[in-house]
């Protein structure tokens, strides 16, 4: 969770933006309330936005939590939130489903988390015995659905259970923050369809997404895995976390991208 996932870097600029000099991290990492007010203040999320040299100094995950939490307290103060579909601007009347979603600290955690992943995307190759005495070379990429599940036939259950909850990963990732860039015509006529390089649109990542959230969910529960409960809030609650997603990269990455990071 929270104190967990904070490096000793995240806790020195959360020291010195109180003003201790020097910075007191022991004592800081053992008050975790003290650590919530200082990210939930809106003039340390303000700083992340506006300095460039702050933003660099924060992990992505100190970065990201500081968005998330900031959102909610930006949609407690109106009625409505929207979503971009090509140039259209929806409006979406759903900000008190939207703050309980935000509200579930396991789950903010999760997407924090989630998106400080897409800082860095990870390719390898790893020889793989497709039958009994067959190898063969795969390449797996992280931002890769199709390399994912090709990999996932054959690979035990644990290693799938990574696969499929990247899988759905992606899926919320593409659709939240790159909303706009997809197709929003193409129907798949199927339950669902993996999105494919290059002829994907928002509701083949949206059925893709819930169908391996709750695929991850059901291996967690069999393996007795931490995490299961997010997963299936997150396959049932799809559309509402890529709003979420999708009000962060309009109101907070926009911010940056105008300062020339490539968000």
């Known amino acids: 969770m929270l104190m967990d996932n904070l490096t000793h870097n995240d806790l020195q600029l959360l020291a010195r933006y109180a003003g201790e000099e020097p910075a007191d991290v022991r ?17 340390f999320s303000n700083r992340l936005l506006d300095e460039r040299d702050e933003v660099i100094a924060a992990s992505p995950y100190l970065f990201f939590v500081t968005m998330l939490m ?14 971009m579909a090509t140039s259209r601007m929806s409006i979406i009347f759903d900000t008190a489903q939207l703050i309980a979603l935000l509200d579930d600290e396991e789950l903010l955690d999760y997407l924090a988390i989630m998106l400080a992943s897409f800082v860095r995307v990870n390719q390898f190759t ?6 009994r005495g067959v190898f063969r070379r795969m390449r797996l990429n992280t931002l890769d659905i199709e390399s994912m599940l090709d990999y996932s036939r054959y690979v035990d259950e644990s290693e799938r259970y990574a696969l499929f909850k990247r899988v759905a990963d992606v899926c919320l990732f593409m659709n939240g923050i790159y909303g ?5 015509d193409r129907v798949t006529g199927r339950h669902f369809r993996p999105p494919t390089r290059g002829r994907a649109s928002a509701k083949d990542y949206r059925e893709c997404g819930r169908h391996y959230y709750r695929e991850a969910a059901r291996i967690a529960e069999r393996r007795d895995v931490e995490g299961r409960d997010v997963l299936l809030e997150l396959s049932h609650s799809f559309e509402l976390a890529t709003r979420s997603l999708g009000f962060l990269s309009d109101h907070y990455l ?5 300062r020339g990071f490539s968000l």
Do not use: K, P
């Open 27 to 43: 004592r800081l990492r053992g008050d975790r309330e003290a650590v919530r007010r200082r990210i939930r203040d809106r003039r």
């Open 126 to 131: 790893r020889l793989t015995e497709v039958r």
């Open 180 to 184: 706009e860039r997809l197709r929003f």
């Open 70 to 83: 900031r959102e909610r307290d930006d949609l407690a103060n109106r009625a409505w939130s929207y979503e």
């Open 254 to 258: 926009a911010t940056l991208r105008t």
